[in-house]
């Protein structure tokens, strides 16, 4: 008996719809990138429950035939490529004609399409993968693409579907991608009838990203542009005031296409040399435009890296843009407010009465407590205590050295504390303790603060409301891309709030869900604790520099900031003595 069988057309189709359609964001990016393929000028999006309810695609493109339409839906059918001698010249998003099958196969569609000639338009209607109807009905030249129940009769794909947030959040990812890419083109984005993104055609890429950011952070970016020779780079950096705590934000095109590139990460790292706290980063947009005959595409097989015929020229070019650009941009850290530390809440040292706690886990990623000491045996953490360190005589801070570390005397030795880890490390451990109390310090401001926000942060923001109010944020939404945030834990007060809350809501978009909410609340205490800590490069009194060692001596792991860096460094007396011949 034969055992291999040849599948039925609508089970062939399932399984293309497995591989293209994954969630409601993979709807959307097909039916855009076709109304892109189209020549659409406006592109609409309208969807219900995070798109598994409804998804609609409005365009403004070409327009289908009614033979064209019918035909659309079956597998393999595009009008993009006619034989194999076509690949290699595809300039199209799609060309497989696979989209609209794999949709339709998992999902009610009814298209209807317009291409602007005397007959008026034509709907057709497809249920499951089986075509119900077909007739005439009036549409403009466009097409309007409307996809509903997504994955009706495929329960176990339904069963993965995120909540409607996450779908949202996706799908406002796909746009934006989509969006940047395309600056001349309008995009605009409904959910359950509210208007989540408007972008009206901007003159170039540049503009297009301060729609995308928002009036707000747009504020805070600086134009780049320069040319020379044949190259040429535009596009947008922060200003040094505004950083980041990762380099996610450093995103490089080259002649429209989004890629990495090493060299020109270093151009950019070197151009914010000594403008930016110690681990911080800009974020920039960079536009590079550059013969096709200087640059090779292929030396990767998803096409995110380029090769240059001259690279330095690259480098150099976008240094000396970047340069630019920053000239007269302020600099970070003489804009940091001072005297934070007053601010500094908390009981008067009592280093040796620590009280018991239960000990807390440390964020998800940290390495564990370990320093690159000048005394190889390192006490565990939490140990210091307990390996006999802390005996009666005080922590007692000696001298502050280029305003950014603390010599101070142990009991057994000398330690040299890193200001600004240690004091991330005790408003950390000290925030998360209060926060599982549910008793974290908090403040009203007295003018609440309102910020414009990306689409994006609305949804991380909705995602992670409950933890934020956790830790003492108090936050509503105040307009459909407006955050308003009324209160702060008493730590976060004197710091730039809005600048804080956008880093926040970006630990939250880092965030893995598969990692649980216990270490997203941790990455949230941890980005709030590094943004209030006391800065490097910055002149503390004695009683501050007290405080700080003593308190970072009562942290269960005294030794690391939260982001596993080391916070301090020992010299015990024995190693001194042997060191200096007394021994
Ligand atoms: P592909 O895009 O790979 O060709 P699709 O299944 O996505 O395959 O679309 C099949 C065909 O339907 C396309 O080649 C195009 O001719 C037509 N089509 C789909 N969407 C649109 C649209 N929005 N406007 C005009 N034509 C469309
Ligand atoms: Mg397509």
Same mark, same amino acid.
């Given at each position: ?21 994954? +969630?409601? #964001? ?25 798109? *598994? ?30 034989? $194999? *001698? ?12 696979? #989209?609209?099958?794999?949709? *339709? ?19 057709? %209607? ?14 403009? +030249?466009?097409? %309007? ?18 909540? $409607? ?8 990812? +796909? ?8 600056? $001349? ?15 009206? /055609? ?12 928002? !009036? ?48 020109? @990460? ?132 000696? $001298? ?6 603390? @010599? ?28 599982? #109390? ?9 003018? /609440? ?48 709030? !809005? ?85």
């Amino acid at each position: 008996m034969n055992r291999i069988r040849v599948l039925n057309e609508s089970v062939a189709n399932q399984i293309a719809a497995g591989e293209v359609i994954e +969630r409601p #964001a993979s709807v959307v990016k097909e039916l855009v990138e076709n109304a892109l393929d189209a020549g659409a000028s406006r592109i609409g999006v309208e969807i219900d429950g995070g798109g *598994a309810e409804r998804v609609r695609v409005i365009d403004d493109g070409c327009g289908m035939s009614p033979e064209d339409a019918g035909l659309a839906f079956e597998r393999h059918a595009t009008s993009k490529i006619r034989e $194999a *001698a076509d690949l290699a010249a595809v300039r199209t998003f799609g060309f497989r004609g696979e #989209a609209l099958a794999s949709i *339709a196969s998992v999902s009610d569609v009814t298209l209807t399409t317009g291409d602007g000639s005397s007959g008026g338009g034509w709907r057709v %209607t497809i249920r499951a993968g089986r075509r119900v109807a077909a007739g005439p009905a009036p549409h403009p +030249r466009g097409t %309007t693409v409307e996809v509903g129940h997504l994955f009706l009769n495929a329960p176990a794909r339904r069963k993965f579907l995120r909540s $409607a947030s996450t779908e949202v959040a996706q799908i406002v990812d +796909r746009l934006t991608r989509a969006a940047s890419a395309h600056p $001349a083109i309008a995009f605009s984005l409904r959910s359950g009838g509210r208007e989540l993104l408007n972008w009206p /055609p901007a003159p170039a890429a540049a503009d297009r990203l301060l729609q995308i950011m928002g !009036a707000d952070l747009g504020r805070s970016m600086l134009r780049v542009e320069r040319r020379e020779g044949p190259l040429r780079v535009s596009g947008l950096a922060s200003v040094a005031t505004v950083h980041r705590p990762t380099a996610r934000d450093q995103h490089l095109y080259v002649n429209a296409r989004p890629v990495r590139d090493r060299g020109v @990460l270093h151009a950019v790292r070197q151009a914010y040399a000594g403008l930016l706290p110690t681990g911080r980063h800009p974020a920039v947009h960079l536009f590079l435009e550059i013969p096709p005959a200087e640059v090779d595409v292929n030396v990767h097989p998803a096409k995110s890296e380029v090769r240059f015929l001259r690279p330095g020229a690259v480098h150099d070019l976008v240094r000396h843009a970047l340069n630019e650009a920053l000239v007269g941009s302020p600099v970070a850290g003489r804009t940091e407010p001072a005297g934070r530390m007053v601010h500094e809440p908390g009981p008067a040292p009592a280093w040796v009465a620590r009280p018991s706690r239960a000990r807390e886990r440390p964020p998800a990623g940290t390495p564990p407590g370990s320093t690159p000491d000048v005394e190889a045996r390192e006490p565990e953490a939490g140990g210091l205590e307990a390996a006999g360190l802390l005996h009666r005589v005080p922590f007692d801070a000696l $001298a502050q050295y280029r305003e950014s570390y603390i @010599l101070a005397s142990a009991p057994d030795g000398l330690v040299i504390v890193d200001q600004h880890a240690a004091h991330e490390r005790i408003l950390y451990d000290r925030l998360l303790r209060d926060s599982l #109390a549910s008793r974290v310090e908090r403040q009203r401001l007295l003018f /609440p603060v309102t910020l414009e926000v990306p689409a994006t942060h609305v949804r991380a923001f909705e995602i992670a409301s409950d933890t934020l109010a956790g830790l003492g944020f108090a936050i509503s939404l105040f307009g459909p891309t407006t955050l308003k945030v009324e209160e702060v834990p008493v730590l976060a007060i004197g710091s730039d709030v !809005a600048r804080l809350v956008r880093e926040l809501l970006d630990e939250v978009l880092e965030w893995d869900r598969m990692d649980g909410w216990e270490a997203l609340r941790h990455r949230i205490a941890a980005s709030a604790a590094c943004h209030a800590a006391v800065r490097a490069n910055h002149a503390l009194a004695p009683e501050e520099m007290n405080r700080i060692v003593l308190d970072l001596m009562r942290c269960d792991r005294p030794t690391t900031c939260p982001h596993g860096r080391p916070s301090l460094l020992r010299m015990p007396l024995d190693r001194l003595e042997r060191e200096f011949g007394r021994r």
